[in-house]
T-cell receptor, first 111, second 111 residues
Framework: SQTIHQWPATLVQPVGSPLSLECTVE??????LYWYRQAAGRGLQLLFY??????ISSEVPQNLSASRPQDRQFILSSKKLLLSDSGFYLC??????????FGSGTRLTVV | QKEVEQNSGPLSVPEGAIASLNCTYS??????FFWYRQYSGKSPELIMS????GDKEDGRFTAQLNKASQYVSLLIRDSQPSDSATYLC???????????FGTGTRLLVSP
């Protein structure tokens, strides 16, 4: 089974600063990978997904971007953070028909 | 209409009782259905998957699927205080196996 690694666990960033969150996958090759955001008291919102190196699909137009430079690496970025970017960011990998495995998440607070 | 709908709760049950969590979905083409448990501040963890109409049992958990009614449910027998969490229903969408999540039902099991 696969393991999703995410860091950092918490992050406090000022408005207008850049962001880079990294997700790495262990235990599988060529996984489908996903970035979700969960705002306080809200559901999981799919931001980006990737089916392979360099292949990124965006679900919601926004201030964020994603990249997949390596098979097991998925990066979420922003050039200038907004207050509305605060939330709990989760990376997930698809395990065949077993649904997603989630990383431990990054709680981002933009101040 | 939301793609996946859940009652936000909280659903309060006494220890030892059966907790019943419900979910409806809008896409008749959906084929895969999942229940995730999310403790406060933590990432979701998969507890059940179901793909065919009927019941699927795993320990104290039973998932029920009715595709004609577009309805998925999760029963938790002999509820324990440690079951207190938010339960997320997820339904697949699209060819790249994207999951759409409901906003979750908060379950409180009192000792």
């Amino acid at each position: 089974s696969q393991t999703i690694h995410q860091w950092p666990a918490t992050l406090v960033q000022p408005v207008g600063s850049p962001l880079s969150l990294e997700c790495t996958v262990e235990g599988t090759s060529n996984p489908n990978l996903y970035w979700y955001r969960q705002a306080a008291g809200r559901g999981l919102q799919l931001l980006f997904y990737s089916v392979g190196i360099g292949q990124i699909s965006s679900e919601v137009p926004q201030n964020l971007s994603a990249s997949r430079p390596q098979d097991r690496q998925f990066i979420l970025s922003s050039k200038k953070l907004l207050l509305s970017d605060s939330g709990f960011y989760l990376c997930a990998g698809l395990e065949s028909n077993y649904g997603y495995t989630f990383g431990s998440g990054t709680r981002l607070t933009v101040v | 209409q939301k793609e996946v709908e859940q009652n936000s709760g909280p659903l309060s049950v006494p220890e030892g009782a059966i907790a019943s969590l419900n979910c409806t979905y809008s896409d008749r083409g959906s084929q895969s259905f999942f229940w995730y448990r999310q403790y406060s501040g933590k990432s979701p963890e998969l507890i059940m998957s179901i793909y065919s109409n009927g019941d699927k049992e795993d320990g104290r958990f039973t998932a029920q699927l009715n595709k004609a009614s577009q309805y998925v449910s999760l029963l938790i027998r002999d509820s324990q205080p440690s079951d207190s969490a938010t339960y997320l229903c997820a339904v697949n969408k699209g060819g790249f196996q994207k999951l759409v999540f409901g906003t979750g039902t908060r379950l409180l099991v009192s000792p």
